[in-house]
């Protein structure tokens, strides 16, 4: 701020004369100022901020310039205050630039007598001082006039800045990072990791700071039909997780979740489910179909349809050719998205093979290969390689896919999974700007055997609906990573199912028959809906199913004749008559698939019985569990379908069917739920 805008602030004030008690001490006050102006300093000290002529303390008329009007004084008090915590705000803002390694400080020992300051620091000092005192003299100076309103605000707003730069907190040291294997499960995101300890990071600029504008497709909940004029529905599958975690976090910050945020889903496909195995990997699934009351709408049926993937013997696992894409923008300065990067992707150094190769691509305001192919027997230089990022600058997400795909093509492995692992919060703005040539980039290097999975970290500008684009059309999954706990499950429990397909291209058809359901809803799966037509086309792309991936789908139907519908009938169309012979099938349903080395699909059939057999009380347990997971998200995107449903119904449906819950997952989201039912109440 200048001399001229601090005149402006006062030019509509009219000269209040101060009283002579208030004179007398704004006399004192400035004869202190005077004499510690021209007290002999020791060396080091700086001039004033505002140069005065020092050879004659009385100006041409003989006067003392100490004799200055309130209001001079209070802007050059206030002027030198602004030019201090411009001079300091400015060494502070000097940040680190990306991908070079911090400078390690020495650590003074206990009882080690402190070093003497550096001239610069002193100088820094002492104008703090200097500023103090003006500060004051003006401060006399006020309490004898009654001060616009807006000369007070400025003034404010100067001794809170230096306030804060006062007690600004001393940069602590941050511990070595462990190897992989050691880290544990309850481990928090801390600050990036190094061989030696660095500086703890440095808060991220005002322009990074998360500003609550996650980003989510708006989707409509899937709609009722009828079975007499649309009676076969077509989805791909959907093995996708990034809701559930991303609704989690959302809750344990006391918050309810945006609507677009709950994919009803991936909140189902979160859980494994104790479906039965396949016999082998030339049938890699094997599906479950099972049909109870619905606890929300009496009358009405659940159709559940649970698929469990082959699970590959960690001997059978084929190689991998995998390359890193991390985000290292500015918007990835946060404990939650970079070090969490870091860490997650050493838990998954740990699962891989020595044959396997790791590559690291990093993208900014501009791509850069951090890493060549490496063994991953390498881990140390691997792990060194991660240890050296940190975050600064715009995002180059199009030019850093560009690169990583580059570098997986000049290291491509035949019969191997080559795959590219993007790490970002999907804030993209520079690079390949176009949504669809990006998508199209990905579809192409898809057709050529490389594949694409996306991470996702952080809230406040996270891009969920490009990162779900971009995982569909790579033929790989999505996630969201909120914890450590997260990245272990999803990169080291589940590391057969993240990277190792088994299916690809899988899809669902289910024709209902006229003669036993009236209507039927499919529960999610709105992002994955496909034409009827789509489902023997092998031209159109689906969803892949990962080893020991299971997969579930639910419709609610409603039984022909029953009264729970939600449609009238016709009043101009005729209703057609009804198929014979096959009143005791609810449907029909088909499972499309290919093998990850073939072209041409496979099918797999079996009609769904009216009267099945009774369910085991294994299978009861699981059916019941993602039903109260299915109610519970219906309840998170408004409730719609779900009647007079509770938080309270779907708390008690999971917690008396959580079964043997190895990992504390399902007691997870019970407390999920009930933090949602208090934040309901609030609302």
């Not at 039965?276 to 479950?288: G, H, I, Q, V, Y």
């Not at 997969?551 to 022909?560: G, K, L």
């Not at 019941?624 to 299915?630: D, R, S």
């Given at each position: 701020?200048?001399d ?8 509509g ?14 006399r004192?006050a400035a004869?202190?100022?005077?004499a ?16 005065t ?90 309490e ?6 807006k ?19 001393t940069?602590?040291i ?27 990071e ?16 708006a ?17 791909s ?20 979740p ?11 496909n ?5 479906y ?13 179909v099972?049909?109870?009351d ?6 009405n ?10 699970e590959l ?13 991390l ?21 998954l ?5 020595p ?21 991953a027997?390498e ?41 590219v ?27 050529e ?7 996702g970290?952080g ?18 999954v ?21 990277l ?17 359901v009236?209507e ?23 969803g892949?199913i990962g ?19 939600l ?10 008559p009804?198929?014979?012979g ?7 349903l088909k ?7 073939e ?10 019985p ?24 219906e309840?998170l ?13 779907a ?22 739920m ?10």
């Open positions: 701020m200048t001229d805008d601090l005149k402006s602030l006062f030019e004030v009219d000269r209040i004369e101060p009283g002579e008690e208030a004179r007398a001490r704004a004192q004869l202190a100022a005077f510690g102006k021209n007290a002999q300093v020791p060396q080091g000290n700086v001039t004033p901020l505002r140069p002529p020092s050879s004659n303390p009385l100006d041409g008329n003989g006067r003392s310039r100490m004799n200055m009007s309130k209001r001079q004084w209070l802007m050059g008090g206030a002027a030198s205050a602004a030019v201090v915590v411009l001079a300091v705000s400015v060494v502070m803002k000097i940040g680190n630039p990306p991908f070079e390694p911090r400078s390690v400080l020495p650590v003074a020992s206990e009882g080690t007598a402190p070093k003497p300051a550096p001239p610069e620091e002193a100088r820094r000092d002492q104008q703090a001082q200097l500023a103090k005192r003006q500060a004051e003299n003006a401060a006399a100076e006020r004898a006039v009654a001060g616009p309103a000369g007070q605000a400025m003034a404010d707003s100067v001794s809170q800045e230096m306030s804060s730069v006062a007690s600004a907190p940069p602590t941050a511990q070595p990072r462990p190897s992989a294997p050691q880290v544990s499960r309850k481990m928090v995101a801390a600050a990036p990791p190094s061989s030696a300890p660095v500086l703890a440095v808060s991220p600029p005002a322009q990074y700071q998360e500003v609550g504008h996650d980003r989510f497709e989707v409509d909940s899937s709609p009722v039909k009828s079975v007499a004029t649309e009676p076969v529905s077509t989805f599958v959907d093995v996708d997780t990034a809701s559930y975690s991303f609704v989690r976090r959302q809750l344990n910050q006391g918050v309810l945006q609507k677009d945020a709950v994919r009803l889903e991936e909140m189902l979160y859980f494994d489910y104790d039965p195995l396949p016999d082998s990997r030339e049938t890699p699934f094997k599906a479950t099972t049909v109870t619905s606890p929300w709408k009496p009358g049926k659940l159709l559940h349809i649970g698929i469990r993937g082959y013997p960690r001997a059978q696992h084929p190689a991998s050719n995998l390359v890193f894409l985000d290292v923008s500015g918007s990835m300065n946060s404990p939650d998205k970079l070090p969490l990067v870091k860490q997650s992707m050493g838990l150094l740990s699962q891989l093979q044959s396997d190769t790791v590559s690291i691509v990093v993208y900014a305001g501009a791509a850069g290969t951090v890493l060549e192919p490496t063994p027997n881990k140390q230089k691997i792990l060194a390689a991660l240890d050296r990022l940190s975050a600064g600058g715009s995002t180059a997400g199009g030019e850093g896919i560009q690169l990583a795909y580059q570098l997986a093509r000049s290291s491509f492995k035949k019969d191997a999974v080559n795959r692992i993007l790490a970002t919060d999907g804030d993209f703005n520079v690079g390949i700007t176009s949504n669809a040539e990006l998508q199209g980039f990905i579809e192409r290097q898809r057709d055997g490389i594949y694409l999975s996306v991470l970290f809230q406040g500008n996270y891009h969920d609906q490009l990162m779900q684009a971009l995982a569909q059309n790579g033929n790989g999505a996630a969201y990573i909120d914890t450590l706990g997260e990245a272990q499950k999803l990169l080291v429990d589940e590391a057969s199912s993240t190792f397909p088994i299916a690809k291209d899988v899809k669902l058809q289910l024709e209902f028959n006229p003669q036993t009236s039927y809803r499919l529960l999610g799966y709105e992002t994955r809906a496909l034409k009827q037509e789509d489902f023997n086309n092998d031209k159109v792309d689906a892949d080893a020991g991936h299971r997969v579930t789908a639910i419709y609610e139907i409603t039984p022909a004749g029953a009264a729970s519908g449609l009238e009938p016709s009043r101009y169309q005729p209703q057609q009804a198929a014979v096959h009143a005791s099938e609810y449907g029909f499972i499309r698939y290919k093998l990850p080395e072209s041409s699909s496979r099918l797999i059939t079996t009609p769904i009216v009267d099945g057999a009774e369910l085991s009380a294994r299978m009861a347990r699981e059916t019941a569990f993602a039903t109260a997971v299915a109610g519970f998200a309840l995107k408004g409730g719609q379908y779900s009647g007079n449903w509770s938080y309270q119904d708390i008690k449906l999971a917690n008396s069917n959580k079964g043997e819950d190895l990992y504390g997952y399902r007691s997870e989201f019970v407390q999920l009930r933090k949602a039912e208090v934040a309901a109440a609030m609302k």
